[in-house]
């Protein structure tokens, strides 16, 4: 085919195209970081569940974002590629051994927004007593999908 025959392609098309190729890049990622697909230049397989998560947000982010602005074909696919990630998400989490499906260890103590930006509190809260305020220490607020 001749370059110079060829139909031009339009702005729009090429934009639809790069929106295409990024949400597949970025759910070939998650997919990556939830050990599903080997990495690319390792062949190793790599499981961050936090990092697939990320990828996820960020697709997630970008559906809230654009909603309306998206043709159905454009929409579809980040839609279906959403649901596809969350059910894999879910299903990885799942198949983790238990110890490892928690992201801080037990045993530390959970900051503060004023202890994470750094700033330091001269009180200290009372320690819980019993077993019911001691599970309830425990739990971890998670997303689901």
């Known amino acids: ?3 110079e025959t ?13 929106f295409a190729q990024m ?4 759910s070939n ?4 970081f939830m050990g599903k697909v080997a990495h690319p230049e390792s062949g ?16 997630e982010m970008l559906e809230a974002k654009t909603r309306g602005n998206l043709t159905k074909e454009e929409a579809s696919l980040l839609k279906q590629s959403l649901m596809s990630l969350r059910l894999t998400f879910v299903d990885a ?3 983790l051994p238990s110890d490892e499906k928690q992201t801080e260890p037990e045993s530390a ?3 503060t927004p004023n ?14 007593v019993g077993a019911e305020e001691e599970e309830e220490s425990r739990k971890k607020f998670t997303k689901k999908y």
Do not use: C, W, Y
């Not at 949400?23 to 970025?26: C, G």
């Open 44 to 59: 190793k397989v790599v499981q961050d569940m936090e990092a697939a998560r990320l990828f996820i947000d960020q697709l």
């Open 29 to 32: 990622m998650a997919m990556m």
């Open 109 to 111: 103590p959970a900051k």
């Open 23 to 26: 949400v597949m890049q970025q």
């Open 115 to 128: 202890e994470s930006a750094g700033v330091t509190s001269n009180t200290t809260a009372a320690p819980k």
């Open 6 to 18: 060829a139909s031009p392609v339009s702005r729009e098309e090429e934009f639809s195209f790069l």
């Open 93 to 95: 989490i799942g198949s």
């Open 1 to 3: 085919m001749n370059p």
